[in-house]
């Protein structure tokens, strides 16, 4: 093998989700229906709120643009993964791992980005009305959208940056069903403590700090509509509990995969399999069926679509 980027290794052999045939297939089943049926409506989501002049407010985009990552994300994964439950050898290059690898980390962190985007968009709207429209004008909203992308970017290349200069040179076996930080820094030939720390800092830290400050925000929101009227208060509610749902299913498995020492746990995969291709494309649907007018918009499209 000819050397690259100080590597021995050119491909890595993924162990998988479970070396059960039967599970496997239980998988491979559950999984395939579910992408069938959850995604087209991430896409049904993107597609109204794209098309209904009346979802024009930041909430709308901003909902938009979160189906699209969520979708996104989930493409990252699946698809090989649903692939490899076919195949008796899973076999990705060592290109193909940090490709994927930079992508989870620049999707994920992005929609991370967008959630604490969201969280100061609802902190306006409830909480200063007033300057609403002046703050979250289109221009600033376009200016957070790149910036969460150029966030997401920022600390995706790092990851890549510090995996790149690690040496591989067997053995190869990554124990996971797709390749992320902590599988693959354990197959480097070197002590890789300082790495780990690093990485630790910058997922982990940065993860626990977006979460804690996200949950500060949504409390602060709701101490502050409790003197409103009853409608104001119930629509606060409802859109804050909506929000802090999507924060702990987005926020918890990162939490457990990236805030501590990089050793195996049982539940690693499970915890890996909810954050990489369940909880994605819940997210959006979430959102949806609890917003009242997203749901009226998609039924008016959808019938239109029909009668036509």
């Known amino acids: 093998m000819e050397k690259e980027n100080n590597t021995l290794v050119t491909e890595f052999i993924l162990l998988g989700l479970t070396q059960s045939q039967d599970i496997q297939l239980l998988v491979f089943v559950l999984v395939s229906v579910f992408y069938l049926i959850i995604l087209p409506g991430n896409l049904l989501i993107i597609l109204t709120i794209r098309l209904d002049p009346g979802l024009s407010a930041p909430l709308y985009f901003f909902l938009g643009n979160l189906a699209f990552l969520d979708?996104?994300?989930?493409?990252?994964?699946?698809?090989?993964?649903?692939?490899?439950?076919?195949?008796?050898?899973?076999?990705i290059s060592y290109r193909g791992c940090i490709t994927q690898l930079f992508f989870l980390h620049f999707l994920g962190a992005g929609e991370m980005f967008l959630l604490v985007v969201m969280a100061f968009d609802r902190y306006i709207a409830i909480c200063r009305p007033l300057y609403y429209s002046t703050i979250m004008n289109p221009r600033i909203c376009y200016v957070l959208l790149f910036a969460l992308w150029l966030g997401g970017f920022a600390h995706s290349i790092v990851q890549v940056a510090l995996i790149l200069h690690l040496p591989f040179c067997g053995p190869n076996q990554l124990d996971n069903f797709f390749c992320d930080v902590p599988q693959v820094i354990k197959l480097a030939c070197t002590d890789t403590f300082v790495v780990e720390l690093l990485m630790v800092s910058n997922s982990g830290l940065l993860t626990l700090l977006c979460f804690?400050?996200?949950?500060?925000?949504?409390?602060?929101?709701?101490?502050?509509?409790?003197?409103?009227?009853?409608?104001?208060?119930?629509?606060?509610?409802?859109t804050c509990t909506t929000h802090i749902i999507i924060v702990f299913l987005m926020f918890g498995?990162?939490?457990?995969?990236?805030?501590?020492?990089?050793?195996s746990f049982p539940a690693d995969k499970v915890v890996a399999l909810f954050h990489t291709v369940i909880f994605p494309l819940m997210n959006p649907v979430i959102y949806t069926l609890r917003?009242?007018?997203?749901?009226?918009?998609?039924?008016?499209?959808?019938?239109?679509?029909?009668?036509?």
């Open 71 to 91: 979708a996104s994300y989930s493409f990252i994964v699946a698809p090989r993964m649903l692939v490899d439950f076919l195949s008796e050898k899973k076999v």
């Open 212 to 238: 804690l400050g996200l949950l500060t925000s949504y409390a602060v929101i709701l101490f502050r509509v409790r003197g409103s009227s009853s409608e104001g208060k119930n629509k606060a509610l409802s």
């Open 253 to 263: 498995p990162a939490i457990f995969i990236y805030t501590r020492p990089f050793r």
């Open 291 to 308: 917003n009242q007018e997203v749901k009226a918009s998609m039924k008016r499209l959808l019938n239109r679509h029909m009668v036509c």
